[in-house]
C-alpha cells in the first residue's frame, strides 16, 4: 500500500488545495498520538476529531466533496496507470457509507489505507 502514499502526494501537489494538511490538524482537533496512529498505520482511532481530520483530507484532495460525495475516480485513475495495486478495490472503498459525511471519509481512508 505504499504506492498510495506516493499517489496522494502526487495528487495533493495536482490540486489548488484550498486547505492545507496543518489546517486540517487543526480543525479536526486531532490528538498528536492519533494523528500519529493514523499516519504510521498501526491503528485508527474512532472517535469525532479523526472522522473530521479524515473528512478534511479527503475533501482537501478532491476525492470527496464538502457535501460529502465521494469521488475516488482520481486515484483509480493514478492506479490503472501505474498499476501496483489492486485497482477494483477502490470500489469496494467508494460504496462504504456512514451516518455522517465525516464518518463516511473515517471508513473510506480505512479502506484506503488498510492496516
Ligand atoms: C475544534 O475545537 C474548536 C475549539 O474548541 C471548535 O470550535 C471546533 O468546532 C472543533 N472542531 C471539531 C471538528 O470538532
Ligand atoms: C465507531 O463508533 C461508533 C459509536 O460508538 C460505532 O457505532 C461505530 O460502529 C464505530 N465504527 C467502527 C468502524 O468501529
Redesign the pocket.
Known amino acids: 500500500m505504499f504506492a498510495l502514499m506516493v499517489f496522494l502526494v502526487a495528487l495533493t501537489q495536482t490540486q489548488s488545495s484550498k486547505r492545507t494538511f496543518k489546517q486540517c490538524v487543526d480543525?479536526?482537533?486531532i490528538s498528536f498520538q492519533h494523528l500519529e496512529d493514523l499516519l504510521v498505520g498501526t491503528s485508527f482511532a474512532n472517535n469525532?476529531?479523526v472522522h473530521?481530520f479524515c473528512f478534511c483530507q479527503l475533501e482537501r484532495l478532491d476525492l470527496m466533496t464538502g457535501d460529502g460525495k465521494v469521488h475516488l475516480s482520481p486515484l483509480k485513475r493514478m492506479c490503472q496507470e501505474y498499476k501496483t495495486e489492486e485497482c477494483e478495490e477502490f470500489d469496494k472503498c467508494e460504496r462504504l457509507t456512514g451516518r455522517t459525511k465525516?464518518e463516511t471519509a473515517f471508513l473510506i481512508y480505512k479502506c484506503i489505507f488498510p492496516l
Request: hydrophobic share 30%.
Open positions: 480543525e479536526s482537533n469525532t476529531a473530521a465525516e
